[in-house]
């Protein structure tokens, strides 16, 4: 089912917030995903909105996703943090959810940093290794654009060859670098949820060109790029995907991997952010 917004739904999400944030103004916005919600509890004084008392919010219901805004600083940057998001699984559509990144883009964000944990496709790889997101794939159900076009936002057939923006991934490399934590590369591929991929579809998604393949993440992209935001995406590669392994995926095994890598992962963040 297809939700649409007016703008002035989306004006009005907007204004709620900033009568609670008051003239603060986020240059950076953050989407963290499952596990990783620890990095909005970092942030320098933070002013909390819950999901549920923002208009026309949707709140989330996934384990380890908090379902709040954090507003503040990190690393002397202006951020919002969105600790916990929205599935298409949760019975949300795609535009409710990537609402949230609109509103964020009328309170001023100009760039979109992503996290999500994700299954691991690429063989040469790891579970707990760190990927750069440098092109995604989303060949389920509609678009998060789908409807009546609001031209406030963009154009009604948007450009995706640079849905991820090349100046912050050679931010990321560079950062990745700098503190010798290795940073592999590649495709995320969607995959509508909440059952796990199956060993068949892991196959032809590697046949396809994926690295990793996740349930959340493409939505939020494809509408934080229709709206002109720059966007940096990491993907916690939290277990080997379906069939890699002879031996069933978890829940828990995503979290687990979460709490075993927020070290590096919160360094490597920080640094992109001390560097945009």
Not at 166 to 190: C, D, H, T
């Amino acid at each position: 089912m297809t939700v649409n917004y007016t703008f002035t739904q989306y004006q009005e999400s907007a204004e709620y917030i900033r009568g609670k944030i008051g003239g603060f103004v986020p240059a950076v916005a953050m989407v963290l995903g499952s596990g990783l919600g620890f990095m909005g509890d970092t942030v320098e004084n933070p002013i909390v909105v819950p999901y549920r008392e923002i208009p026309h919010f949707k709140v989330s219901t996934a384990p380890g996703h908090k379902g709040q805004l954090v507003f503040g600083t990190l690393e002397g940057k202006p951020v919002a943090v969105m600790q916990g998001r929205t599935h298409h699984y949760e019975g949300y559509s795609y535009e409710e959810v990537s609402y949230g990144v609109r509103v964020l883009r009328l309170l001023g964000a100009k760039t979109l940093i992503v996290t999500n944990a994700a299954g691991c496709i690429n063989t040469a790889w790891k579970a707990g290794d760190l990927m750069l997101i440098t092109d995604q794939m989303k060949f389920f159900l509609e678009s998060p654009l789908r409807g009546e076009n609001l031209p406030e936002f963009g154009v009604r057939f948007p450009d995706s060859s640079h849905l991820y923006t090349p100046a912050l991934q050679a931010v990321a490399r560079e950062s990745a670098a700098g503190l010798n934590i290795p940073l592999r590369e590649g495709v995320y591929m969607y995959f509508p949820g909440p059952q796990y991929e199956t060993p068949a579809e892991i196959r032809a998604a590697r046949v396809l060109g994926a690295d990793a393949a996740g349930m959340s993440t493409a939505p939020e992209v494809i509408v934080a790029a229709h709206c002109g935001m720059e966007v940096l995406g990491f993907t916690l590669l939290s277990n080997m995907a379906a069939g890699i392994l002879d031996q069933p995926l978890s829940e828990q095994e995503v979290l687990d991997a979460a709490e075993a890598c927020k070290g590096k992962f919160s360094r490597l963040v920080l640094a992109c952010l001390q560097k945009l």
